[in-house]
């Protein structure tokens, strides 16, 4: 790689890690803000204009405060969980298609950190080890209530992620690839060629698997405040507790970009071709996928404050009695169509 | 006689919960751009109805006069015991012998139930809308015959809250009326 090409990346991850952390930030405010909305409140709106600097007071806030190390605590685990649950939440966001190309310096500059071949399950696997941190955090503050919320996490994932692994694979089946660029580019042209269209089965399961992956309600058992006071994190403080709100925010981010890249056609502005319109078409593209992210960073917001959280059985009734052999059957009729189709 | 109560049988378009949950998505939706509810006390201050009983205050005539005729009939109908009252012979020739020297209310004991201005035979003590009068010090909480008399001044034309500087006054009130 040449000299030029090194500095674009480094751009590109610089302007997507701080963008990641800036949508982390307006998050934090929004939950608050629109949480108060629907109960009739106002939130908070004393920190700056309509109260937007309340994450940055928020922040030092954290920072400042008297970082509690427990006792009987198992310290290196206790102090590795917040980071191994905050650096893969930060790393997924890498392979997401955030725009159409742009032509920079005369060359054509894919508006993603890194198109790998195997994106999609990029992402799966470091959800995955995203869990490890719960599941840590939970064995090593020695306390009953973190363990069994990191119990109750790890057991919520493998109940949810096969869901939401079937369901994509109904999606890669259509686009023929694994990288999300693929599978963008498959879902271009008129509205209704989004996989949300020809997929809606699978887009319901992996909007509801989405929800449990992150653990956001109303499958936030893992956190629980009324049985477990919080769940894996009820022994953090200061800044290790932010750590794990930011990785609970950033995962948000990611399903949030993940739901729009795989069934709301990516950066797609419907009924426009992005590519041959050059930087204008770029930033459309980009502006299109910001706004699709946003609507879905909303529902996650709106869906915790509709709905009740699930009983544990009711969760796992869902997930292995429901959602499985719905996405196994949505692809098997998926298969047998494309079968069906290529033997003409 | 038995009645039989047929249970609620749901049909399939219950039993997927879509509907239901678009359902109650519809209703935080609508409650989110509702009108809010929340005053924001220090800036803006809820203005109580008629008939709230708050701060007290002595009544004056037109010409100035003092209502009060120093009966004491509040004293005594104050459960709480908090009006003082020393009275002496009235300064106005008008017919009325009493008037009060010293009028002394400790608003710690008020309960604020408004019996003496329903046993005041002259109108004069009257309570109000004013409910932010808290302060620093027992001493500034015992409201005395010109404090009673400022608060009529304060109130007489127009409700407290509602009047055009409202904001700044009310610091006022606190500070120098007791």
């Given at each position: 790689m040449d000299f030029l090409g090194f500095v674009i990346i480094c751009v590109k991850v610089l302007v997507v890690f701080s963008a990641t952390m800036l949508t982390v930030l307006m998050m934090v405010y929004a939950e608050r803000r629109v949480s108060a909305f629907m109960q009739g409140r106002l939130g908070p709106?004393?920190?700056?204009p309509q109260g937007l600097l309340q994450p940055i007071a928020d922040g030092i806030k954290f920072l400042m405060k008297e970082d509690i190390i427990p006792a009987e605590v198992n310290k290196p685990i206790y102090l590795l969980a917040p980071a191994m649950l905050l650096i893969p939440a930060l790393m997924t966001f890498a392979v997401i298609p955030f725009g159409s190309t742009i032509t920079l310096f005369g060359r054509e500059v894919p508006l993603q950190v890194a198109d790998l071949n195997v994106g999609i399950l990029y992402i799966l696997a470091l959800t995955s080890i995203g869990v490890y941190g719960l599941v840590l955090a939970g064995w090593a503050s020695n306390s009953k209530y973190s363990l069994i919320g990191g119990l109750r996490s790890s057991a919520q994932l493998i109940s949810y992620e096969l869901a939401m692994g079937l369901s994509v694979v109904s999606v890669i089946l259509l686009a023929g690839s694994l990288k999300l660029n693929v599978i963008v580019e498959d879902q271009q042209g008129y509205l209704l060629s989004w996989n949300v269209f020809k997929q809606p089965v699978a887009f319901l399961i992996f909007l509801v698997a989405v929800y449990a992956e992150t653990n956001?309600?109303?499958?936030?058992l893992t956190e629980a405040e009324q049985e477990l006071v919080g769940g894996y994190h009820t022994e953090y403080s200061s800044m290790k507790f932010a750590m794990f709100f930011t990785a609970e925010y950033a995962n948000m981010v990611t399903a949030a970009a993940l739901t729009v890249t795989l069934f709301f056609g990516g950066w797609d502005v419907p009924?426009?071709?992005?590519?041959?319109?050059g930087a204008l078409g770029a930033i459309l593209s980009v502006l299109s996928f910001i706004l699709k992210t946003a609507f879905f960073l909303f529902l996650f917001i709106w869906v915790r404050w509709t709905f009740p959280r699930f009983r544990y059985d009711q969760l796992m009734k869902l997930g292995w009695k429901v959602m499985l052999p719905l996405a196994l059957i949505n692809i098997f009729v998926t298969g047998g169509y494309l079968t069906l189709t290529s033997l003409r | 006689m038995a009645t039989i109560v047929k249970s609620y049988e749901p049909t399939f378009w219950d039993r997927l919960y879509l509907p239901a949950l678009a359902k109650g998505l519809a209703v935080t939706l609508k409650h989110f751009f509702r009108k809010k509810i929340t005053i924001q006390y220090p800036d803006e201050k809820y203005v109580p109805p008629d008939g709230y009983r708050g701060l007290h205050r002595l009544n004056k005539y037109?010409?100035?006069?003092?209502?009060?005729?120093?009966?004491?009939m509040c004293s005594a109908a104050c459960p709480a015991d908090c009006i003082h009252i020393i009275p002496g012979p009235s300064p106005w020739e008008d017919g009325k012998e009493r008037f009060p020297v010293r009028f002394d209310i400790d608003l710690l004991r008020c309960?604020?139930?408004?019996f003496c201005e329903m046993a005041c035979p002259e109108e004069a003590i009257e309570l109000t809308e004013?409910?932010?009068?808290?302060?620093?010090t027992r001493d500034d909480l015992l409201i005395d015959k010109e404090g009673l008399l400022g608060v009529y001044e304060l109130t007489k034309d127009t409700n407290y809250y509602s009047r055009p500087n409202a904001g700044q006054d009310s610091e006022a009130l606190t500070s120098d009326k007791f």
């Open positions: 709106n004393r920190v700056g956001r309600l109303p499958f936030d009924l426009l071709n992005e590519t041959s319109m | 037109p010409d100035g006069k003092i209502r009060c005729v120093a009966c004491e309960i604020f139930c408004g004013i409910y932010d009068f808290s302060n620093y």
